[in-house]
């Protein structure tokens, strides 16, 4: 069998297991030296395979290669770049020479919907061209709004981070017998699965009130509860989704490729507003890229998946799937069973799972069958490697291949 040249590529915002995932496929990658050749990345995502830009995967050390397990951000870096809809585009003849170029005849791409749709994209594009390169999609994002799958890779450790960091809070916020309004803002896009995951915590550790993108959002009535609230405990503590649908007084000018708008800042705006209409002291908590980027708080399960799911990715291209995402089936949440399935990327390109209305009780709590979704995806904590008191990370040399 003749050997072809595999390319990886990570896509949209990193996730505390996104490197794992690609760990999870070299491996694999390795045990099919007889269809598999040289391994490349791809740098900053598809833009690699515009720019001809790809390293060799086989340069790095076995030591960088295991400390992936504990990487953040996207080692083989990221973008959020819009294919065109028209194949007669000639950015496709630039991706498809360097595919040629490399002899690629595996490709895979690790990302949200978003990168979904290039991936689904790709696959449409070397059918119509007869081009036999196999194309999958690896599913990742800390917003858990991937169609088709139980949950998506990053979810449960970014969870897991959130989770925790707001019971500190909590407990710290405690600490004074007339405290502030905490405002603590939780990412996710139009999604709130990642700020409802705060539901978890004991009834004392939760947020007095929490909003996400899936209700509507009213000033008035949230002045009004964090008011009583501030009054009655001496403090309050609010968790707010970055998307939820409030008219900024000031909204970030940058849109990405796909429309969407900088998120960000809200918790600073609505603390302003408290601090002038009620007169309390304030706090604004954005935990911005360390829900997302903390390596303390990975889940085992999410790494276990990620490893998984990686390694399936490139298992099913050798074996001729193509234009297919890896995704989860949960057959069981407790005990916690699953299985990985194969899905069909044109049920998942550019569609949005928000969180289900009937998983949200009220403005403080989620239902029941949200947290028996959620319970299983956090346990276990993965060995690090420290050194001196710090983080081990893997340290790629990215070798570009000529
Ligand atoms: O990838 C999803 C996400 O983490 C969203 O929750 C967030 O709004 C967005 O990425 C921010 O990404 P960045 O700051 O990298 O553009």
Redesign the pocket.
């Known amino acids: 069998m003749e050997k072809k040249t595999m390319v990886y590529i990570q896509s949209?915002?990193?996730?505390p297991v996104i490197n794992t995932s690609l760990y999870g496929a070299i491996k694999e990658a390795r045990k099919h030296a007889d269809q598999i050749g040289a391994i490349y990345g791809s740098r900053y995502g598809i833009e690699g395979l515009i720019n001809d830009n790809l390293i060799d995967i086989n340069m790095e050390s076995d030591e960088d290669i295991e400390l992936l397990l504990q990487t953040p951000g996207a080692i083989l870096g990221?973008s959020?770049f819009k294919l065109p809809t028209d194949f007669h585009d000639p950015i496709y003849l630039t991706i498809l020479k360097t595919l040629e170029k490399h002899n690629v005849g595996y490709l895979f791409i690790n990302g949200?919907n978003d990168s979904m749709d290039t991936c689904y994209k790709l696959s449409l594009l070397f059918k119509e061209k007869g081009v036999d390169i196999k194309v999958m999609g690896v599913p990742k994002?800390?917003?858990n709004d991937l169609a088709c799958t139980d949950h998506s890779l990053g979810f449960p450790s970014?969870a897991k981070c959130v989770i925790n960091v707001v019971q500190s809070i909590a407990i710290d916020a405690a600490s004074y017998r007339k405290g502030k309004v905490f405002i603590i803002e939780i990412?996710?896009?139009n999604?709130g699965w990642?700020t409802a995951t705060i539901d978890l915590l004991d009834e004392d550790m939760r947020p007095d009130l929490i909003y996400l993108p899936e209700q509507d959002f009213d000033l008035e009535d949230f002045l009004s509860k964090v008011k009583t609230i501030h009054e009655r405990d001496g403090y309050c503590i609010v968790a707010i989704s970055?998307?939820i649908h409030f008219e900024r007084s000031s909204q970030s000018a940058f849109v990405?490729a796909f429309n969407?708008v900088?998120?960000?800042g809200l918790c600073n705006e609505l603390c302003k507003i408290v601090e002038s209409r009620l007169n309390i002291p304030t706090r604004p908590i954005e935990l911005?890229?360390l829900?997302?980027a903390n390596p303390l708080t990975i889940s085992k399960i999410d790494q276990d998946e990620a490893k998984a799911i990686g390694a399936l990715a490139v298992k099913s291209a050798c074996q001729g799937i193509t234009g297919q995402m890896v995704a989860i089936k949960r057959l069981t949440s407790s005990p916690y069973k699953t299985e990985l399935v194969i899905e069909d990327l044109s049920g998942i390109a550019n569609t949005e799972r928000t969180l289900p209305l009937s998983m949200i009780l009220n403005d403080k709590e989620m239902d029941v069958s949200y947290r028996e979704y959620l319970k299983p995806l956090i346990v276990g904590e993965t060995d690090l490697k420290w050194d001196n008191g710090i983080l081990k990370y893997a340290k790629f040399k990215y070798v570009k291949v000529k």
């Not at 949209?12 to 996730?15: A, D, F, H, K, L």
């Open positions: 949209g915002g990193p996730t990221t959020r949200g994002t800390i917003d970014a990412m996710g896009r999604a990642l970055e998307g990405d969407h900088q998120l960000g911005s890229l829900q997302r």
